[in-house]
């Protein structure tokens, strides 16, 4: 099943903070997040497994929250460079598919 | 590190007409994996190999698309014949393994417009 991605998109000024949620309505084994940028294919950031395990990749950091069947991908102090297209993909437990989400789409302005 | 290659970048074609798309993964990467794009969406996984063999192919509209993996390296994904929905990219991506802490990596992809 398909996760569900909020919000759909979102505008920012450079230096600013977003946040990015990814939910599914059934027990997750590991989720990915990755960034698209137009006419390119999608860039892989990072991986987490169940566990609560929080992650990070230079100011873009993620957490999985089991409990919950959620990750959030947090961007800190955005730059121009981190405008694109973010897609999380989850792995359920028992299935080795990875499905993507609809995407968020980040702007980031001067 | 090479990365995947996808080939060719851009395809036209008629409706009713066959098609082909060939991609190469990383050295080593034992998972392949052809995924559908369709504009302002997620990508779709059509079929997923480990090493030769097909681990989903559950989505795979299988009375027109068809995928093979030759001796676990290349392979190619064909459609025969293409409707007007089928106007995607369509995205080839590989794996060290599928299930474990491995990211994907994706290759460029092919544009195809069917008109």
């Known amino acids: 099943q398909q996760p569900v991605q909020s919000p759909q998109a979102v505008i920012l000024r450079e230096g600013e903070d977003a946040v990015i949620n990814c939910s599914s309505s059934k027990a997750l084994y590991s989720v990915h997040w990755y960034r698209q940028k137009h006419g390119e294919a999608p860039v892989f950031l990072m991986i987490?497994?169940?566990?609560?395990e929080q992650k990070g990749h230079e100011k873009i950091s993620a957490s999985f929250n089991e409990k919950k069947q959620q990750s959030s991908l947090y961007l800190t102090a955005s730059q121009l460079s981190y405008s694109g297209t973010y897609f999380c993909?989850?792995?359920?437990?028992?299935?080795?598919?990875?499905?993507f989400g609809k995407g968020t789409k980040l702007t980031v302005n001067p | 590190e090479a990365g995947v290659a996808q080939s060719p970048r851009y395809k036209i074609i008629e409706k009713r007409q066959s098609v082909a798309f060939w991609c190469n993964p990383i050295s080593g990467h034992a998972t392949l994996y052809w995924y559908q794009q369709i504009l302002g969406q997620g990508p779709k996984l059509l079929i997923q190999f480990q090493n030769n063999g097909v681990v989903d192919d559950s989505q795979l509209p299988k009375d027109r698309f068809s995928a093979e993996r030759l001796k676990g390296v290349d392979s190619t994904l064909k459609i025969q014949p293409a409707k007007l929905e089928d106007s995607a990219v369509y995205l080839c991506?590989?794996?060290?393994?599928?299930?474990?802490?491995?990211?994907?990596?994706f290759g460029s992809g092919t544009r195809l417009t069917v008109v």
């Open positions: 991506a590989s794996s060290l393994d599928g299930v474990s802490g491995y990211g994907y990596t």
């Open positions: 987490l497994l169940k566990g609560g």
């Open positions: 993909g989850i792995l359920q437990g028992g299935s080795e598919k990875l499905v």
